[in-house]
């Protein structure tokens, strides 16, 4: 029975697993191929969902900038509440207004370049890790590189080597919504005493226990007199932050602790995998490696 609603050209699968059998082979691929076959935008169905592929800057524009407030957050970031709460990310209407407006200064250029320094640091001490003749996974090195960048620049936190605790925790998390995110995964979170449910579960334990002890630490410094400098870390930024022209106060430990794991999980693997696929393809094309080269010479010497 036709449920009269008349959706946007896409590839019609009369067996639901095929589409799912495709995807999980090469996902990126399907995308493509769908992209490619019926240009600006496609419908799909995915399991149970309806799935709109938008290939058009106007539609992307229309649903993220102009009438973002006609447009409810993607069951992928619903799923991702679990762990990061009630943060940036997930947050909607006049809560997401005002979180907004208390957090966007920490990400104004001229904060971001005050932790140049960290980032420049960090990369040199993995660089000096490296050994000549030694096969690396180049992915696995970025994800450590950009979790050791974050918990620099957001906790002033030092990663102890061979005590990743929160990356361990953060893969297990991200293990987990990819599982729930595929169709049916919400069958999984009805059966509690399932390993990937209890694993998660310790995961975000882990990882509550971390950031609400950084947030006790932080907090601490502020009642003894700490000064707002240009080089704190993101956190000391998010403790003092607030607005009184507008009636908004200091958020929360619970805010906080939203916020952070937010920046953790939306900076941490999405970096590392574009760092991986802009090595890959710089190997791919050796000519636009030696221009990049020169160009980074000519600025930083």
């Not at 399932?194 to 509550?208: C, E, S, V, Y």
């Not at 009184?244 to 200091?250: D, F, L, M, P, Y």
Request: aromatic residues 8%; charged residues 25%; hydrophobic residues 35%.
């Amino acid at each position: 029975m036709k449920s009269g609603i008349e959706y946007p050209p896409g590839p019609a699968y009369i067996l639901p697993y095929r589409l799912l059998r495709k995807f999980l082979r090469d996902p990126l691929k399907v995308l493509i191929d769908i992209s490619h076959t019926y240009r600006d935008i496609a419908h799909f169905k995915f399991g149970r969902q309806n799935v709109y592929l938008l290939n058009h800057p106007d539609y992307i524009e229309d649903v993220l900038v102009t009438n973002y407030k006609n447009f409810i957050k993607s069951r992928g970031l619903q799923v991702s509440k679990r762990l990061l709460g009630n943060g940036l990310v997930t947050s909607e209407g006049e809560y997401h207004d005002k979180q907004r407006h208390l957090i966007q200064p920490t990400f104004y250029p001229k904060r971001i370049k005050s932790y140049a320094d960290i980032m420049v640091n960090q990369a040199i001490d993995m660089c000096n890790s490296w050994h000549d003749g030694t096969i690396l996974d180049i992915h696995k090195e970025m994800i450590k590189l950009t979790l050791a960048i974050i918990c620099k620049t957001v906790l002033g936190y030092d990663i102890e080597p061979g005590h990743d605790e929160v990356g361990d925790a953060l893969k297990t998390c991200m293990q987990y919504f990819n599982r729930l995110l595929m169709p049916f995964g919400e069958l999984i979170e009805k059966i509690p005493l399932l390993p990937i449910n209890k694993g998660f579960q310790t995961a975000k334990r882990d990882l509550d226990s971390i950031v609400y002890r950084m947030i006790k630490e932080h907090r601490k410094k502020l009642d003894i007199g700490h000064e707002k400098k240009e080089d704190d870390d993101l956190l000391s930024t998010l403790l003092q932050a607030q607005d009184e022209e507008a009636g908004i106060g200091r958020m929360t430990d619970e805010q906080l602790r939203d916020e952070v794991m937010t920046i953790f999980l939306a900076g941490h693997e999405t970096t590392a995998n574009a760092l991986t696929w802009t090595y890959y393809l710089l190997s791919e094309h050796p000519t636009i490696e030696t221009k990049l080269q020169g160009e980074l010479h000519s600025i930083f010497g």
